[in-house]
């Protein structure tokens, strides 16, 4: 099929390069002009593991072409538009659609009604019907089919959901849908636009709040003295709870989870429902960085060290995505407590505010804020030759 993809960014190229594999024909369109040069001469606007294979395959190049404005596009040949562009929340916790509606806006004159419109933004059920009814297009020309893909294992995930899920009132544009998928194994669910995109929420409500549950569990552990792993592992090998997602860290972040789950918070509220649990998954983690620096302080304190360094700026290994990454909450929280400490990262020399290091000082605790590859282990283990006096920490050890 010809299918047109709208944001080129982590959800947009991945899917795209990953449908140009099975040999649909793509054309991506971004309005960053600056990122569509790089694609066109086969960079990557952000890193991906493999994604410079797919850029690099002769058959997927072409199938694939990369434009910046509308009128550049072949509207007439898209079976598809799939809409990919982000979709933040505003200070008060409320979706902002307007990246959405202007897609909307500028493809009105170029889509007819044969056109499927698919959203893969995380878009809430509230916002679906006011974006819906400002267009032109009907419920039954849009179908929506919500993201899982995780940075780091975007092609892993790509080719291996563990479900698609597609939500639309009508069922040949649904099936329509299905069909670019035909070839990946896996369970495809049928339903209606809102179930289809709160299956997307409250599952990005569900792992965070796992994940602060294991922090949690992780401060009494430790507190108490008892050994990290072995409690984790005995309680993740009940199958009712199960190993995976069970990693303590020292928070979680990223373009999802914080603005997914204070989108479904403000959901909630709006419909006068209680829903403590859910209402506190943000500020668990909140605590959970701020009692997490201060271990590092005691860490220092007790071990007679001077500096902090965190190694990793992004929000996880695997990618350089750093949307309200830990390492900058930490860094913050260490730093108005007049700590010495600095952001370790091998990859970049500064962002935003934040001189980036790639050497450390002696008399230094060293933290590894996420896991990271042999290759980074082996550079960081050479610098760490060269200094005498530090200690090196992986929380999840
Ligand atoms: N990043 C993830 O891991 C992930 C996973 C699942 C779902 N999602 C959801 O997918 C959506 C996209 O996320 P992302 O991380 O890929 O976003 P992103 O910010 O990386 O990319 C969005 C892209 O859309 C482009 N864009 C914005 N307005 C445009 C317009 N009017 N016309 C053309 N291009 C435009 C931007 O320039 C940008 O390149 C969001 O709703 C997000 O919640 C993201």
Redesign the pocket.
């Known amino acids: 099929m010809n299918i047109v993809v709208?944001?080129?960014?982590?959800?947009?190229?991945v899917t795209g390069l990953g449908l140009a594999k099975l040999n649909h024909t793509i054309q991506f369109?971004?309005?960053?002009f600056q990122?569509i040069d790089k694609l066109k001469n086969k960079i990557s606007?952000?890193y991906e593991p493999e994604i410079e294979n797919y850029l690099n395959d002769n058959e997927i190049v072409s199938r694939s072409s990369f434009e910046s404005e509308?009128n550049e596009i072949n509207w007439d040949d898209a079976d598809i538009v799939m809409i990919?562009?982000?979709?933040?929340s505003l200070e008060d916790n409320q979706i902002d659609t307007s990246?959405l509606v202007?897609?909307f806006e500028?493809i009105t004159d170029f889509v007819d009604e044969k056109t499927v419109v698919c959203i893969?933004?995380?878009?809430h059920p509230e916002a679906i019907n006011s974006t819906i009814d400002s267009s032109k297009f009907s419920y039954d020309q849009i179908v929506f089919n919500?993201?899982?893909?995780?940075?780091g294992s975007?092609f892993q995930d790509f080719f291996n959901p563990d479900r698609i899920v597609i939500g639309a009132t009508k069922e040949t544009n649904a099936k329509k849908i299905a069909l670019l998928y035909e070839e990946i194994d896996s369970e495809i669910i049928l339903t209606d636009p809102l179930s289809s995109q709160l299956i997307?929420y409250l599952s990005n409500a569900y792992l965070p709040l796992r994940l602060s549950f294991v922090n949690e569990a992780s401060q009494i552990i430790k507190k108490l003295g008892g050994n990290l792993n072995e409690t984790l592992n005995g309680i993740g090998l009940d199958t009712r709870i199960g190993k995976q997602y069970f990693r303590p860290s020292p928070g979680w972040g990223?373009?999802?989870f914080p603005?997914?789950v204070a989108e479904l918070n403000s959901i909630a509220s709006s419909q006068d429902l209680n829903t403590p649990l859910i209402s506190n998954i943000i500020e668990s983690n909140t605590q959970h960085q701020i009692w997490f620096a201060e271990y590092l302080i005691d860490q220092k304190r007790n071990n007679d060290l001077k500096n902090i360094y965190l190694i990793g700026l992004a929000f996880k290994e695997d990618t350089d995505?750093t949307r309200c990454s830990p390492t900058i909450f930490v860094h913050e929280i260490l730093r108005s407590n007049n700590e010495n400490v600095f952001i370790f990262d091998l990859n970049n020399e500064s962002f935003g505010e934040y001189d980036l290091h790639s050497e450390f000082k002696e008399d230094s605790l060293i933290v590894e804020m996420f896991p990271l590859n042999q290759k980074s282990t082996t550079e960081i283990q050479d610098k760490l030759n060269q200094i005498n006096k530090f200690k090196y920490l992986r929380y999840w050890e």
């Open positions: 709208i944001g080129v960014g982590y959800v947009g190229l369109l971004d309005t960053d990122k606007p952000f509308y990919c562009v982000q979709t933040p990246y202007n897609v500028s893969k933004s995380t878009i919500p993201e899982f893909l995780r940075e975007a997307k990223g373009s999802c603005k997914d995505d």
